[in-house]
């Protein structure tokens, strides 16, 4: 969160700028199911205030700071047999469950006013066609981010003669760009944003398919059935897998542990990512991707939260202790 190498914002620059152009070809094939889609995106985001945004994401964003992950990248961990990545999805999984049982209720008892700036949208506040505003920020994203690797190349090695099953590492706009696609297959096949945090929630879930825990919580029920639910799941399946064969092709699983944070940073970050996904309505891909590429203002506060909220953390932490432990974030 230092951007030493501004790994991390190269790949979210690279995934929101290829969102934006996904959603560009979705409205141009099929406006009908892009409004679809950005309705439902807006109406799970109804009962979620400002504020609840913007300490969302700052939770989020100190997550990511003490467990050196954010909510998606959790599962890449754990599929690259990264030390102590089971301990943040630990973390994360008790999170999910202190919101719903002690907060859900309390937060989103009464709906966001419809004039809220929190539900307003950039193209109605601008006057500019969605169309438009999306095709420009998208590309501005994107070559931002090739610029952004120019200056500061992520690595110098990675490519070696012996080509490409030598790679050690790939380039994160690529890598961003390559995530931000995916939000054209959610739109078109299932008319659904991307997201993966709510895979943390789905998983808890399904303890309400037990009697005990049904009562316990029910708040939860809702996420424990369904095609919409079930594909969250798979998602964060499906990223673990992906790593996992990813690490074991390069003969770098399990990653090294000079990559992992502390056990006890691992599950208190985790704790804190997934509590603020909650509190928040969306973590870097749900909010942070696809709630900007919606141009959602609210999205805007949240990210602003998780990006603004990380910096300052790791700063201070790095002024008071004199101990610059997350300087290479």
Known sequence: MLFKRFTMIKMFLGAVGASMLSSCIVILVSEPTYQTTCNAFIHRNNRIHGIHLLVGGTLIGVGMVVAGSCPGTVFVQM???????????LGAICGVLFYYAFLFKRLTKDEVPKSSIALRQLPELTGIKRIYLNFM???????TAFVLEHFVPYKSDLVTPKGLHSLVGW???????????LQLFFMMLFKKSLGISTGFTVLVAQLCRMRFFKKLIPSLEPFAYGVQNSLALLFALGAIGGSFISTVSTNQFPLSEQYGAGVWSSFFGGFLLSLGARCAGGCTSGQGISGVTHLLIGSLIATAGMFGGGMLFAAG????????LFRAL
């Open 137 to 143: 920020f998208g590309s501005i994203f994107i070559g």
């Open 171 to 181: 380039s994160p706009v690529l890598c961003g760009i390559g995530i931000g696609s």
């Open 317 to 324: 932490y790095g002024f008071i202790t004199k101990d610059w």
């Open 79 to 89: 599929g690259s047999g990264l030390q102590n990545s089971f301990i943040t999805c």
